[in-house]
């Protein structure tokens, strides 16, 4: 049986030898999708290969005039590549996928070069703050929402998560009731395992709400400071590290959770950092951290 299909809970067992293949686009200038993904869950030990969505000259947020490549009728003849060589992965992790076109090509991908006990880290990344991203609309939320099925982990923002099921989306005012809610809407659409972001109970505390079938736990941090660009780029793929190389669904999400914030706090006070959190200086803590695991 297929990771993906319907496991209800994640047992990943530790092998130095696992392989990730992460479909994103490349931002060359600025902290998010495959320019963390790939140094940080190399930095956890885990080969990490990168499909290419799209190259951009710099990301979205704050630049303007940015140049875009679109790589959508290269991804499958690299993968067709790939079958010809017989390269398999034990994990596939997307993230920004440029259009409806590309989220048809993750299932292809998947039973293409995606091993028989592999797993799909989906992170539907297309909204954030009650606002979708531009160049999308709601057939692209729609089509995205027909992926969750698919995927074996599921990493909504809170944002994303109500525009997939049709919850109204609250800035403020959260409580269990209205998080297990939105919950139970997406495994409605499918999905078995997720971890929902940006919630939070309290003033001056953020956090996850992580869903193992029917089990549901809480983690929460401090809240720091102002937000940045690529943050939840730095969850997914430090979260898929410690995933891959071993961690509990909880724990992965607990560590990827102190990485984020750490970073933050290490890039707040940095007025030529505006564009992203400084990662780089947080590794040697997610080293540590999966370490000691």
């Not at 499909?51 to 290269?74: I, K, M, N, R, Y």
């Not at 401090?222 to 430090?238: E, L, N, Q």
């Not at 898929?240 to 707040?268: K, P, W």
Request: charged residues 25%.
């Amino acid at each position: 049986m297929r990771l993906w299909e319907k496991r209800e809970v994640l047992t990943i067992m530790k092998d130095s030898n696992k392989r990730v293949l992460t479909l994103q686009d490349i931002s060359c200038f600025g902290s998010c999708s495959l320019t963390v993904a790939l140094p940080i869950i190399s930095a956890c030990g885990i080969e990490t290969a990168i499909l290419p969505s799209a190259v951009l000259s710099t990301h979205t947020g704050g630049f303007t005039d940015v140049e875009v490549c679109d790589f959508t009728d290269d991804i499958m003849r690299m993968v067709n590549h790939w079958v010809k060589e017989n390269i398999s992965f034990d994990c596939l992790y997307t993230g920004y996928l440029g259009s409806i076109r590309q989220i048809e090509y993750v299932r292809e991908i998947k039973k293409k070069v995606i091993n028989r006990d592999g797993i799909f880290i989906l992170d539907p990344a297309m909204a954030d703050n009650g606002i979708l991203y531009k160049g999308f609309d709601e057939a692209y939320v729609k089509a995205m929402a027909g992926l969750v099925g698919e995927s074996g982990v599921l990493l909504p923002n809170l944002t994303e998560a109500c525009m997939m099921t049709g919850i109204e989306y609250r800035k403020d005012d959260h409580d269990e009731a209205y998080v297990e809610e939105i919950l139970g809407a997406l495994k409605a659409l499918g999905a078995t395992n997720v971890v929902l972001k940006g919630i939070s109970f309290e003033e001056g505390k953020i956090g996850i709400a992580l869903c193992e079938g029917d089990n549901v736990q809480y983690y929460f941090t401090k809240r720091v400071g102002r937000g940045y660009h690529g943050t939840g780029d730095c969850f997914a793929a430090s979260f898929t590290g410690a995933l891959i190389r071993g961690s509990s669904m909880y724990d992965a999400g607990r560590i990827a959770a102190d990485f984020v914030v750490e970073g933050i706090r290490q890039t707040l006070n940095d007025d030529n950092h505006p564009y992203g959190i400084r990662f780089e200086r947080v590794l040697p803590m997610l080293i540590d951290r999966l370490t000691a695991c």
